[in-house]
T-cell receptor
Framework: NAGVTQTPKFQVLKTGQSMTLQCAQD?????MSWYRQDPGMGLRLIHY???????DQGEVPNGYNVSRSTTEDFPLRLLSAAPSQTSVYFC???????????FGPGTRLTVT | GESVGLHLPTLSVQEGDNSIINCAYS??????FIWYKQESGKGPQFIID?????DKRQGQRVTVLLNKTVKHLSLQIAATQPGDSAVYFC?????????FGDGTTLTVKP
């Protein structure tokens, strides 16, 4: 199994641009989540999904959209990038019966 | 609001010594705790977990202790090795979302 994969690894955007961060998992996990990691602030939940067709907001959802059309994929869309969205983004997945999350390698995003 | 915090942002130990990383939490309703290890440039990786009805859980070279009275948990790494150098953070799962601490950077000196 590849586990959780994320693309791209690095991305630089200009303010106002939009883009999609890709996340895929091949473990047939029901739950998928997006986090951002900033120095001194730990991991903060952006959006999550408990299954295909179901998404919900996390702690810091503003400026981001998600969709879950399949079990495997959970893309994160930045609608209009802002410098405050400069961060490292992690996608994670887990089985519904477990709290153990499997994280992807992350996407480092810089917004100038 | 709920919070999870580690006591020290950095910890430096000699190779072969034992390491202890501490974490405090505020949510009395937390029923599940996880320790993650994050190496540079990688995503967090599960190390060990413990449920609130337990005081201690052991894995391979790692032990997690939970003190619900003072809302404190610790991660003990026995015979620390250079490969243990990483950022370690705790997470708690209460009713609803999980909360993650900031992390302690462990450096192992040869």
């Amino acid at each position: 199994n590849a586990g959780v994969t994320q693309t791209p690894k690095f991305q630089v955007l200009k303010t106002g641009q939009s883009m999609t961060l890709q996340c895929a998992q091949d473990m047939n996990h029901e739950y998928m989540s997006w986090y951002r990691q900033d120095p001194g602030m730990g991991l903060r939940l952006i959006h999550y999904s408990v299954g295909a067709g179901i998404t919900d907001q996390g702690e810091v959802p503003n400026g981001y959209n998600v969709s879950r059309s399949t079990t495997e994929d959970f893309p994160l869309r930045l609608l209009s990038a802002a410098p405050s969205q400069t961060s490292v983004y992690f996608c994670a997945s887990r089985r519904g019966s477990s709290y153990e999350q499997y994280f992807g390698p992350g996407t480092r995003l810089t917004v100038t | 609001g709920e919070s999870v915090g580690l006591h020290l942002p950095t910890l430096s130990v000699q190779e072969g010594d034992n390491s202890i990383i501490n974490c405090a939490y505020s949510n009395s309703a937390s029923d599940y705790f996880i320790w993650y290890k994050q190496e540079s440039g990688k995503g967090p990786q599960f190390i060990i977990d413990i449920r609130s009805n337990m005081d201690k859980r052991q894995g391979q070279r790692v032990t997690v202790l939970l003190n619900k009275t003072v809302k404190h948990l610790s991660l003990q790494i026995a015979a620390t090795q250079p490969g243990d150098s990483a950022v370690y953070f705790c997470a708690e799962k209460g009713a609803g979302k999980s909360t993650f601490g900031d992390g302690t950077t462990l450096t192992v000196k040869p």
